[in-house]
């Protein structure tokens, strides 16, 4: 099992930056896939990011490519999710969540997950 806290959440103004950070617990970290999705209040949660449990292959949804990165560091048991140029349509919680060996970009793939950090974008 793999148990998931995120960070770095908060309000920011459109344009500006946040990063978020997912610290895992457990000594298997190295062996999970690990994702950031995103829920705006009324909406079903949607796919952000993903990355592989090297961090050689990487996804992104279309609608932050360019303006997000995520990362991992493998020894800190952490992922992360760097945010730039900001826009009031990312106002949403965002998790981090983790699954074995692959990467995957639909929520039902992911079998651990974080309680979320809200993050709040002002126009």
């Known amino acids: 099992q793999v148990q998931l806290v995120e960070s770095g959440g908060g309000l920011v103004q459109a344009g500006g930056s946040l990063r978020l950070s997912c610290a895992a617990s457990g000594r298997t970290f190295s062996s999970y896939a690990m994702g950031w999705f995103r829920q705006a209040p009324g909406k079903e949660r949607e796919f952000v990011a993903a990355?592989?449990?090297?961090?050689?292959?990487?996804s992104y949804a279309d609608s932050v490519k360019a303006r997000f990165t995520i990362s991992r560091d493998n020894a800190k048991n952490a992922v992360y999710l760097q945010m730039n140029s900001l826009r009031p349509e990312d106002t949403a919680s965002y998790y981090c969540a983790a699954r074995r060996i692959n990467i995957a970009t639909v929520v039902s793939a992911y079998d651990y997950w974080g309680q979320g950090t809200q993050v709040t974008v002002s126009s």
């Open positions: 990355i592989s449990v090297s961090g050689g292959r990487i």
